[in-house]
């Protein structure tokens, strides 16, 4: 692959670059920054002069002028299947963006099957015009730590707060085992606040449990890597996931794992996880139960996700993104 790459060069259009950044002689860096207003139409004036032979899209965007080969990234779907899910403006923004890359797109990269079909379902897109494209993790980037953040154990949630996460569930699903089961854990969400997060604070407000329930907001990797490190369990609920990294990163830190009896995130996870109806919160609540107290089973979902992220690396997504590119 990297003879492959060497032949070709890559202009990278960014208002974020830092000098210290190793790029290859064959990358040329593009720097430009306006306010959101304007960025479609200088960029778009940017791409056209410098007429690129192929133009890659990482997002649900295309500029206002068409390119003879655009490949664009879809990372997921989920604004179509929970409509109810995304603030208005937000949503009319995503379906706009999408329905372009839809239809002028040369070929369109998603990371699942199920971003396939659900591309396929709400904008008719022929597969031979869809690539799928896992994402990676990467092993090598770690933090060692000595100290765990916060002294108790805890279950561990990290993604954005907001209605589609399923955290109001998760909530209850935590006080059921700390009434019933006199768990001594504290539950703690790692992100910053999303759509319906009102709706979250209040449900923990109300919580008996609320001092036991603990809100990082959004933190550095190194912080969100110190958390994965030393949870008893994660759980990851959510509705619906493009992909769900949080899947992988538990898998790799070795920590047992709890999510979603959903195709996307079945597909993600394999055999390395407890599934539990997202829609039920006596499966959530049996699910985490069984990770926190059955060593057995602990051990099993640990080996399980310890093979099932091997599948996963950077190295094969960017292979095959550029094969796709070239092809």
């Known amino acids: 692959m990297l003879d492959e790459a060497t032949r070709h060069r890559f ?4 208002p974020f670059y830092h ?6 002689p064959n990358f040329i860096v593009r720097r430009f920054y306006t306010p959101f207003f304007w960025t479609k139409l200088f960029f778009s004036l940017k791409v056209w002069f410098d007429a690129p032979n192929v133009l890659f899209m990482p997002v649900n965007f295309l500029p206002l002028f068409s390119f003879r ?12 299947v929970y ?16 329905k372009r890359v839809a239809r002028y797109a040369t070929k369109i990269i998603v990371p699942t099957n199920t971003v396939m079909e659900n591309l396929m379902k709400f904008y008719h897109v022929d597969q031979s015009r869809i690539a799928v494209i896992p994402y990676g993790v990467n092993p090598q980037i770690a933090y060692h730590h000595r100290y ?3 002294d108790e154990q805890y279950i561990l949630f990290v993604g954005k707060l907001e209605k589609r996460k399923n955290i109001i569930r998760l909530l209850k699903a935590f006080e059921i085992l700390k009434e019933k089961d006199k768990i001594p854990h504290k539950l703690v969400l790692v992100g910053a606040p999303g759509f319906g997060f009102g709706d979250i604070q209040k449900e923990i407000e109300a ?9 990082t907001g959004y933190i550095s990797h190194e912080e969100k890597e110190s958390f994965f490190k030393y949870a008893h369990v994660v759980v990851f609920p959510s509705f619906y996931e493009g992909f769900g990294m949080q899947i992988l990163e538990a898998q790799l830190r070795q920590v047992p794992l709890v999510t979603s009896d959903v195709s996307n995130i079945r597909e993600v996870a394999g055999d390395g996880a407890l599934f539990a109806d997202p829609q039920s919160s ?3 609540t049996e699910a985490l139960r069984t990770a926190i107290t059955d060593d057995e089973v602990r051990h099993d979902l640990v080996q399980k996700g310890l093979k099932n992220v091997q599948k996963y690396s950077w190295f094969r997504c960017a292979k095959m993104t550029l094969e796709t590119l070239i092809s």
Do not use: Q, W
């Open 11 to 14: 202009l990278l259009y960014t």
């Open 19 to 24: 000098d210290t950044l190793y790029l290859p």
């Open 69 to 80: 080969r655009t490949i664009a990234v879809i990372h997921g779907l989920e604004f179509e």
């Open 83 to 98: 409509p109810e899910m995304f603030e208005a403006a937000h949503l009319n923004y995503l379906r706009k963006g999408t």
């Open 148 to 150: 765990a953040p916060i």
């Open 207 to 215: 919580s008996m449990y609320k001092n036991d329930i603990v809100m």
């Open 282 to 284: 006596d499966e959530l």
